[in-house]
């Protein structure tokens, strides 16, 4: 058996988003987002699932805690609720919204646990919707206040901050599909990523000006593209996905200019920076979070929507789809990994999200034995242990998720988490990956 030890001080933590797990939607003075207005419209979700209630976290969120610890996690990585801190997505700030970040940095510092907060996990306020969403450049602005907000008041205490969760997800709303807002209109979709990376930008300047202790960065999905063969069309269509799923929001952070590619096949519909945006958007970012979960093979497809190419999953020899649909490939993390050292200056890199949704069999206990998952998070350890060993700035990992939670489109069916939750009563029940993980916390290391 070889050892593979990580790094002194690597982070091992678990991942949940607001939405997803807290529940209390319309409590103590939170406003409507605009994942409340989809899930309230009919035919959106899967079963008619709403996170309304979900995991009753925002009320069980002490036990939850203390959970983590006894997990022995060392790391938290969670995402604020706007619509709980400016109910309104401006004016007047809800002070009950603060005391919940509060009290749960408060509880994450006494378990000695690192809080990871992230600002955007795709809930904007419904009132700024109303006005645009992201397609409006004013909430950039209403962005970087907020960020203000959260950074005044838990600054001194969350080690790392993360302005956006995945924007090409939040893009991704307004080109047609299956996420809020749910609309679809390509000529607005691009003018929304340029204003998800100001809004960037403008949040990051707002924390260096500040002094905060922390490290600020962003949380992008990074998937792994390869073309389906050596044909010069598969080969410019799977170029075409990556400058819209990566490159789009890694190229103006780091390299302070959009895809040269994407904005000629755009046309009029490519971002249009003004005077100074890419200044903003390229400020320094101190960490990558990096969310990673499959291997997608591309073709040319001239039906294939704006991008003229269609994905297939690919999942490497010995392992099937997930549940998602999804192909694993484990090595597809360490080809990532190591994009990120050799073209965008081999940031300092969190792995903010990894994991897989496998179809649970719990037993009359509620217990369950996920060998899949097991399998699938040690795979992709080591491969992030390989990327370590050949230079990749790797600071820590995260599991998603902590728990079972919605899981948007698709509703509850789905389970991500290392722990268990009987939605019916809402106990949670480690599954065997828990105590799993617990082991490799403990040993700073996993087996091969
Ligand atoms: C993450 O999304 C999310 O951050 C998290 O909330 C979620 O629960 C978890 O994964 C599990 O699904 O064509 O632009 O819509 C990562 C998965 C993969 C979701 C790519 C969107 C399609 C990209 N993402 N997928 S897009």
Not at 11 to 35: C, L, R
Not at 121 to 127: E, F, G, I, M, V
Not at 329 to 339: D, F, M, R, S, V
């Amino acid at each position: 058996m070889i050892v593979k030890a990580f790094p002194q001080d690597f982070v091992w933590g678990v991942s949940t988003s607001a939405y997803q797990v807290e529940g209390a939607w319309n409590e103590d003075g939170k406003g409507e987002s605009i994942w409340d207005r989809f899930c309230h419209t009919p035919y959106r979700i899967a079963n008619g699932d709403t996170g309304d209630i979900a995991c009753d976290h925002y009320h069980r969120m002490p036990e939850d805690v203390a959970l983590m610890k006894e997990l022995g996690v060392k790391g938290y990585r969670f995402s604020i609720a706007w619509t709980r801190i400016f109910p309104d997505g401006k004016g007047k700030v809800n002070p009950k919204g603060l005391d919940f970040y509060d009290r749960l940095v408060d509880e994450l510092g006494k378990a000695g646990i690192l809080a990871n907060a992230t600002l955007n996990h795709w809930d904007l306020p419904q009132a700024l919707q109303d006005l645009g969403g992201w397609a409006n450049r004013d909430t950039t602005d209403r962005f970087a206040e907020y960020a203000r907000v959260m950074f005044d008041r838990l600054g001194d205490r969350v080690a790392l901050w993360a302005t956006h969760n995945e924007p090409v997800v939040v893009t991704s709303g307004y080109l047609g599909g299956s996420m809020a807002p749910g609309l679809a209109d390509a000529s607005v979709a691009y003018r929304v990523a340029h204003h998800l990376n100001l809004a960037h930008g403008k949040a990051v300047q707002v924390f260096r000006q500040g002094g905060y202790p922390g490290k600020i960065g962003i949380v992008l999905d990074l998937q792994n593209y390869i073309p389906e063969s050596d044909s010069e069309a598969d080969v410019l269509a799977t170029q075409r996905m990556l400058d819209h799923s990566h490159h789009l929001f890694l190229d103006p952070i780091f390299k302070r200019q959009y895809p040269q590619g994407l904005m000629e096949w755009l046309g009029t519909i490519a971002p249009q920076p003004q005077e100074g945006d890419m200044e903003i958007i390229s400020t320094p970012i101190d960490f990558l979070g990096l969310n990673y979960y499959f291997t997608l093979k591309v073709r040319y497809e001239p039906w294939g929507g704006l991008l003229k190419a269609a994905a297939r999953p690919f999942s490497a020899p010995m392992w099937s789809q997930t549940e998602m649909g999804w192909g694993v490939h484990p090595e597809g993390l360490t080809a990532i990994l190591l994009k990120l050292r050799n073209h965008y200056g081999n940031p300092d890199i969190y792995i903010t999200e990894n994991g897989t949704a496998a179809p649970d069999q719990p037993d009359e206990h509620g217990f369950v034995q996920d060998r899949e998952r097991i399998a699938y998070l040690r795979r992709h350890l080591i491969a992030a242990h390989d990327a370590i060993q050949q230079g990749v700035n790797l600071r820590g990992y995260f599991v998603w998720s902590f728990m079972d939670n919605f899981e948007w489109a698709l509703g509850y069916r789905p389970r991500f988490g290392i722990v268990r939750v009987d939605y019916a009563t809402q106990k949670r029940i480690p599954k065997l990956s828990a105590y799993w993980y617990r082991e490799v916390i403990r040993q700073n290391a996993v087996w091969e």
